[in-house]
């Protein structure tokens, strides 16, 4: 079983960037989908990308062209490059892993990191 914890979240302004970490551990990693999702205030969560074990990616339409998924399988870790942050990306990001064909639900992914908070100030 796996177990995932995300770091890099912060305070940002308006148009700066911030990497998200997901740091993988027990389980292969190298089996695993790994998803980010996020989750305003009194929104539900909602996906955000991921990223197949051969490093394929897949956006939601409001963050192609802005982040970047990737992940280091030698360092079980996936990344995620967020640029020209605005007021609305603000939300906690949480990472997800799920073996097998899996699409952009939540409920398709059964392991689910702490999350953290990514605020961008206008």
């Known amino acids: 079983q796996v177990q995932l914890v995300e770091s890099g979240g912060g305070v940002v302004q308006a148009g700066g960037s911030l990497r998200l970490s997901c740091a993988a551990s027990g389980g292969t990693f190298t089996t695993y989908i790994i998803a980010w999702f996020r989750q305003a205030p009194g929104q539900e969560r909602e996906f955000v990308a991921r990223?197949?074990?051969?490093?394929?990616?897949y956006y939601a339409h409001f963050v192609k062209g802005r982040f970047t998924i990737s992940r280091d399988n030698a360092e079980n870790t996936v990344y995620l490059q967020m640029n020209s942050l605005k007021p609305e990306d603000t939300a906690v990001y949480y990472c997800?892993?799920?073996?097998?064909?899996?699409?952009?639900?939540?409920?398709?992914?059964?392991?689910w990191g702490q999350g953290t908070q990514v605020t961008v100030s206008s």
């Open positions: 990223i197949f074990p051969g490093g394929v990616p």
């Open positions: 997800a892993a799920a073996v097998g064909l899996v699409g952009t639900l939540e409920e398709q992914y059964p392991y």
